[in-house]
């Protein structure tokens, strides 16, 4: 059995909790998702299957609908919005982004569906809140971010160049609050039988999502500057990107700290060959032959314990330089170092460690008779399976399904 | 702390003005967490627990002083005074959490803790692979103390694959999962995140796995393990991307990728983050469609808004070099929050990049959501922390405390839920076993 199998979740479709229901319906919800006559616009979103435009064939789409059936209703329609409220009345859960006031204009906010279904759980994202008149405002991804911290902390140390934002971080940073939310909410009504309704803000989940950035400002009105591939930092600190050999780079994250780390970084130098080229190598060798843990703070003001850890960085700089990014980051992690290649996503996704976990996963589309790979699973969970259990619905695909199983005749 | 001290702290804490559950109990109090993430990565995942109700009981290692957590006694400090229970992150991650320690090199610290898991519903970790092992506590034997415990744990790349062995922080995660590559200008080196996006994000997953093995569990009465490797939870977000690779070839290593500022999917074009007058003052501007363009195009009323190359949709997509520079010029002679004025008011999505203080104490979306509670810490005194960004209409979160100090709770928490008298307790810390 799945950990959700049973829990019938409502999604109005939008860009803004697709991400949500299908992350509720690959651990085995039974996810409906409504869409209005013509289609939710993501189903016109790119990539397309062949670089095709077409109704059914938009890549992003295929992610995010994972694991849902689909129906078509019209809630402009008094017809359509009974139909709506039936839907509800089977269901435990519905994730919505409508603007602000439509729904209960339509008389389906949590007041009018809780009536129909009173241990609803409604699970409402918006970019500011239901309560907040800054959702009425359109907002892109991009906006959202914008507004609420990460972009200020990513970029490059010119800052005559733009901030950057982590594409799509506001749609997945609030939806994972949604999942959240709605899991939290499940457990509640498990004990005590009570459904409710959840207010999810985008820009509130982005403010909360920018680690020292906030906390600096929290606690001691400090602001962090942005700086090229590692922390914005209210002090500017060392690089930790290097270049390697095949013109990939590296992230060489904390560097070695400990005498255990010099010996192995030492070692590792020699049996590349590499030590002669280093000038700084005798700094190395003091590092691997020092007598208990380093004072960190005396890094900067005693010559000693500064020149080791110069040559440390030095001697992963010479490494890198000789080296391709992945052996630099095999090398690295086996003597001990918290090291990363920054790969593309496709590297990433074709790497043995991921494949030896399972990541890829085929789907069948028997829509285009063509078997997918997908990317697996966020999480291991040795007890309850995730599995994609059908491919993103078409249009209307199971309206009759749908419809027949709330006792309508076709 | 005594108990009276820490009622009065959970009733004058202004977290707790948030809405209150008609029962006074929180969404998650029927369920024990025994805890021992740590950084942000695990610790961000319980504090949602604790939020919501869960008795989160934190544990740590008295002989390292809880070093183990690099934020422990780490920045930022509150008026610069500096201490092990003055970690300003620290206090940000653990607010709402019970603190205790235990020295797990001594057999009673493990009797202790067998006690401990025996009345838990979960157990969660995030050290490197095997530290639990060690200690005599893998998922085996904490299933023989309690038959349907759920073991969550977090680490890099989790407990299973080639990989299982190898150190990381939230950089080296998010560079070996592609997503620091994802963010940058095209023909520089990857700007990154900026910041362990990944430990926030590893933590909420960690946090749903923890909550969807409850359910299962509250439907089944079966625990269970979850191997959360972080790389992999980072990976699922490239979903697109991973698609139009293994669909089309399309690597996203490409030239004139990436541009992250920019948005293919869809294809909006003005699309990016613009100069404004001022020291780093920037404005996100965002035309999803034909409306947005002319809306701004009126507000703008140059004529290079009317240039034929802008006229559709698509020229404007393929057009955005020449257009972006139109545009910069537009915004650099203008304030940050006059161009979002001005384009608020005509309808476009826009937004000034807020700095933090911005953002905080000066954006009133964010404190009339309340997302900056005080909590009350017992060294530090009043400190503002991250909360929540969610509002629940029956059991909404609060921080009933602040992160604990090192162990603060060690006899509350073994004296009312282990049965241990307050004399035992002292024995205990003089023998060094908490």
Known sequence: ?410 | MTSEQRNFVAANSPAATSVPSPDGSGALSTFRICDFTGQLAGAGATKWLAALGAEVIRIEDPVRQGRWDILRGGPPYKDGERGLDRGGAFNNHNAGKYGITLNLRDERAKDILARLIEISDVVSENFAKGVLERWGFGYDRMREIRGDIIYVSNCGFGHVGPYSDFKTWGPIVQAVSGLTFTNGLPDREPAGWGYSYMDHTGGYYMAMAILLALVHRQRTGEGQWVDLACTESALALHGPALLDWTVNGRPSRRDGNPHSNRNAWPPMAPHGIYPCMGDDEWVAIACRDDGDWWRLAGLIAEPWCSEPGFAVHAGRVANQDALDTHLERWTSGRGKFDVQERLRAADVPVAAVQKPQERIDLDPSTEGFGLWPTVQHTVMGDVRVDGQPVHFSETDWEYPRAGPCLGEHNEEVLTSLLGFTPEEVATLAEEGVI
């Open chain 1, 1 to 410: 059995m799945t950990a959700l199998t049973g829990l019938r979740v409502v999604e109005l479709g939008s860009e803004r909790v697709a991400f949500a229901a299908k992350l509720l319906g690959d651990m085995g919800a039974d996810v409906i998702l409504v869409e209005p006559p013509g289609g939710d616009p993501a189903r016109a979103y790119p990539p397309f299957l062949d670089d095709q435009p077409g109704e059914n064939r938009s890549l992003w789409w295929w992610h995010y609908n994972t694991s849902k059936r689909g129906v078509v209703i019209d809630l402009d329609l008094e017809e359509g919005r009974e139909r709506f409220r039936q839907l509800i009345a089977s269901a435990d859960i519905l994730l919505e982004a409508e603007p602000r006031q439509r729904l209960a204009a339509l008389g389906l906010d949590y007041d009018d569906l809780s009536a129909v279904r009173p241990d609803l759980i409604h699970v409402a994202v918006t970019p500011y809140g239901r309560g907040d008149a800054l959702s009425d405002l359109p907002a892109t991804d991009l906006t959202i971010m914008a507004a609420s911290g990460p972009p200020w902390s990513c970029g490059y140390d010119d800052h005559s160049l733009p901030p950057i934002r982590g594409p799509m971080q506001a749609l997945h940073t609030a939806q994972h609050f949604a999942v959240m939310s709605v899991l939290t909410a499940v457990l509640h009504r498990g004990v005590a039988g009570k459904g409710q309704f959840i207010d999810v803000s985008m820009t509130a989940a982005c403010n909360v999502t920018t680690e020292a950035a906030s906390y600096s400002w929290l606690v001691a009105e400090q602001t962090v500057q942005r700086q090229t591939g590692r922390h914005a930092s209210t002090r500017p600190s060392g690089e930790t990107q290097q270049l390697c050999a095949d013109g990939r780079y590296a992230n060489t994250g904390v560097p070695p700290r400990a005498p255990k780390e010099f010996r192995a970084l030492l070692a590792w130098l020699r049996e590349l060959g590499f030590a002669e080229d280093l000038p700084e190598a005798v700094f190395l060798e003091m590092g691997a032959n020092w007598e208990g843990p380093f004072e960190l703070s005396r890094l900067g003001s005693d010559d000693e314990v500064t020149a080791i850890f110069g040559a440390g960085r030095e001697a992963l700089k010479l490494i890198a330089s000789r080296l391709p990014a992945q052996d630099f980051f095999i090398g690295c992690q086996r003597a001990g170092l918290a090291v990363g290649v920054v790969n593309s996503p496709e590297e990433a996704f074709e790497d043995e460690h991921f494949k030896a976990r399972g990541f890829q996963v085929p789907l069948h589309h028997d829509d285009f008779d063509r078997t997918i790979t997908y990317p697996g699973a966020p999480y291991a969970m040795r007890g309850s399976p995730w599995a994609i259990s059908r491919r993103a619905p078409h249009l209307g695909e199971h309206d009759a399904e749908v419809f027949g199983e709330l006792g309508e005749t076709p």
